[in-house]
């Protein structure tokens, strides 16, 4: 099974947002892919940030059970893909985690604005901006899978 990494700063807010809707967006079309977050300064053990568990809700999506974590080259190793919420994200792996063979990628389309500490619109806005970019991401990932819905 195709995994993929999603890894924004500190793993309570963008990259939880991303794994949650991601798992949702292939478990409604049945593509055998997993997801995984993490960040590169995360409070390891943390939960998720309240606007953050709040975005899901309103989407029908749990985040409860999220714990943060700091990303480790096995992690990296260990997926197939690597996508960050931004070129920031994506510049910093490449100066720590030198040499990986692992695809790395960010969000372009636009790349995804930390809401951290924001009101619930940011983390509407975040959540909206990482939804939009996840059935290309699925497809790429899974071109057999029902691609073409609608992101959660």
Avoid at 34 to 45: E, H, K, Q, T, V
Avoid at 106 to 114: E, G, I, R
């Amino acid at each position: 099974m195709k995994t993929v990494l999603f890894i924004c700063t500190g793993n309570t807010c963008r990259s939880p947002m991303a794994e949650c809707l991601f798992h949702a967006l292939a478990f409604s079309q049945g593509a055998q892919v997993r997801a995984a977050s993490a960040g590169l300064c995360a409070p390891d053990g943390a939960p998720a940030s309240e606007g953050a568990l709040f975005a899901m809700r309103r989407r029908g999506l749990r985040l409860e059970g999220h714990r943060a974590r700091t990303v480790t080259r096995e992690m990296l190793e260990g997926a197939d893909l690597v996508v960050c919420m931004g070129q920031s994200h994506l510049s910093a792996l490449r100066a720590r985690f030198s040499g990986l063979s692992t695809p790395l990628r960010a969000f372009d389309d636009p790349p995804v604005s930390d809401p951290y500490g924001g009101d619930a619109a940011a983390y509407e806005r975040a959540a909206c901006d990482i939804a939009r970019q996840l059935p290309a991401l699925l497809a790429a990932l899974c071109p057999d899978s029902g691609h073409g819905h609608e992101a959660p």
